[in-house]
């Protein structure tokens, strides 16, 4: 059985427009922490909160300030993340699903400390 993903603006409920849709979606495999992340071509903005940060957000462009705004007042004291500026990477630029982070984490060497080198 298919189904389809239904996003809403946090403040507004408006939704994005199909080419931003399928943006939005290619972001939800997506591994972030308290990251801000554009959606083009609607200009929308995905807050990857996750954790100490709250739930993943989705605000269209009439309210990225108000995002950011809320998040601040909400979260600022835990951390530098809610205050990251613009430009806010897009998400071609960080596409790692879960498994090439498994596989590149499992190709890592650790280098144990040999006192007798």
Known sequence: MSSKV???????DASPD????????????LILFGTYVDADPGNWLTWHGRGIYGTTLYVC????DTLKAYLRKHYGTVGPHPFA?????????????LKQTRRRRALMTYR??????
């Open 6 to 12: 239904l996003f809403r603006c946090h403040f507004c």
């Open 85 to 97: 500026e613009e430009p806010h990477p897009e998400a071609w630029l960080r596409r790692e699903t």
């Open 18 to 29: 199909e080419e931003t849709q399928k943006t939005l979606v290619g972001q939800l495999t």
């Open 61 to 64: 462009g009439e309210h990225r």
């Open 112 to 117: 144990t400390f040999d006192p007798g080198r």
